[in-house]
């Protein structure tokens, strides 16, 4: 007997007895680059941080469908698309009863999707307020699932792959195939928007960080606001109108326009990390409303303008107004130690990278880390020593207070 080896199985499936026609979807990269919207939305808030996790794994579903359709395994697509949807609804039903989280990773019934959509239909506020502003959204997702069904249980001949093969002309046969594509596609873009609706019951912040009076006033999230173009093609801009009067996306869009608004060189601060010296005016108007990290690489680059770059804490990553000689960033306090590590006492202006300079202060036995692209003078070295002086000042008074206070009142926590 022939040991078949995965090149044997290739060629069977490519050419040989088990060859499955192959779909062409011309419009796949589209597909896969309006995926990223999702997994780009991911949400902060505490109690729902793991819903990421879900809807990264919905996301890679929704592409795994789209390779598998192209090579010809249709039927497995379909299913793909299908467990998008139900994962969605999974883990909102877990979002909502984190207490069974415990039952679900030990692999205990009760998770069947029927199970769980209608609980969230019943007893979830968010989703049932969503769910009644926007009803046909929704029941086309279920009519779309029902046509699913019939692919993935092999219900009528169109769903079989001999089919292909059995057909009688070429005209039944590219009839079959235009209607498995044409079936696809409708059921990839359900499931797409579906996928992002669910994101929507979570928070609103993909949509929030849409409306640039909003995002002006935002601090600097993880989350990422989808795009028009998708919002449109997916979800339908008239169903976010409505998503939009819901109190979830009112509750959000009220704390944040209570929020001062930024000017562009503090917002770029905040969500861009990018420090423009140019506009330092601008950037002292509104320095209430940095963080101490922003704060501080602020002062570092105002230094001088041979700074480049700045790590604060070898983490937080600050460029400027002024190009880096490489496009090489490295992020980690173990990689700044180690290069630091046979350096001695040798603080300032160490060779770097692409004939650029490395230097570091020390702020509270943590490391900030300055590249330039010439050496510091004695006068830079100087003020840079004092800023983390002051700076390590400041931190130690107010932790002291902090201390008191908690003492103070600690009877009252």
């Given amino acids: 007997m022939e040991v078949h080896t995965l090149d044997n199985f290739h060629d069977d499936f490519e050419t040989g007895r088990w ?3 192959k779909f062409i979807l011309p419009n796949a990269s589209d597909y896969l680059w309006d995926i990223e919207n999702i997994t780009w939305a991911q949400t902060v808030l505490i109690d729902a941080f793991g819903a990421n996790r879900f809807f990264d794994e919905a996301s890679q ?17 379909f299913y793909s698309l299908r467990q998008s949807i139900e994962l969605s609804i999974g883990t909102l039903y877990l979002t909502a009863n984190p207490e069974k989280m415990i039952e679900w990773k030990k692999l205990e019934p009760g998770f069947e999707s029927g199970k769980m959509a209608d609980f969230l239909r019943k007893h979830e506020p968010v989703f049932k307020e969503i769910r009644a502003k926007i009803p046909a959204f929704f029941d086309n997702i279920r009519t779309v699932q029902r046509k699913t069904n019939k692919y993935v249980h092999k219900q009528g001949y169109s769903s079989f792959y001999t089919t ?11 009839k079959v195939y235009l209607n498995i594509v ?8 359900v499931a797409i928007g579906a996928v992002a609706m669910y994101r929507l019951a979570i928070d609103p912040l993909p949509i929030i960080l849409m409306d640039e009076e909003l995002m002006m006033r935002s601090g600097d999230f993880l989350t990422r606001p989808y795009s028009e173009e998708f919002v449109d093609k997916y979800i339908g801009l008239e169903n976010i109108e409505l998503y939009k009067q819901t109190n979830i996306y009112q509750e959000f869009k ?28 601008d950037i002292t108007k509104q320095m209430h ?11 570092i680059m105002m230094t001088s303008t041979k700074i480049l770059q700045v790590y604060i804490e070898g983490c937080f990553h600050y460029t400027s107004d002024v190009k880096a000689t490489h496009s090489d960033t490295v992020i980690g306090t173990s990689y700044y130690e180690d290069f630091f590590a046979n350096r001695g006492n040798n603080n300032f202006n160490v060779p770097f990278k692409d004939g650029s300079y490395i230097s570091r202060i020390k ?16 006068s830079e070295i100087a003020i840079l020593n004092y800023i983390a002086k002051i700076f390590e000042e400041s931190y130690i008074k107010q932790e002291k207070e902090l201390k008191n206070w908690l003492e103070e009142h600690k009877k009252r926590i």
């Fill in 254 to 281: 009220e704390s944040i326009m209570s929020h001062e608004k930024q000017n562009e060189a503090v917002f770029n601060i905040i969500h861009w990390q990018i420090i423009d010296r140019c506009k330092f005016e």
């Fill in 289 to 299: 409303l940095l963080s101490y990290t922003d704060r501080l690489a602020v002062v």
């Fill in 61 to 77: 579903m929704i592409a795994n469908s789209i390779y598998l359709f192209q090579k010809g395994f249709f039927d497995t697509a």
């Fill in 363 to 378: 702020i509270c036995d943590k490391f900030s880390y300055i590249e330039t692209n010439t050496f510091l003078d004695d």
């Fill in 19 to 21: 060859m499955v026609r």
């Fill in 164 to 174: 292909q093969r059995y057909s009688w002309s070429d005209h039944r046969e590219d």
């Fill in 182 to 189: 044409s079936d696809f596609e409708e059921i990839l873009n």
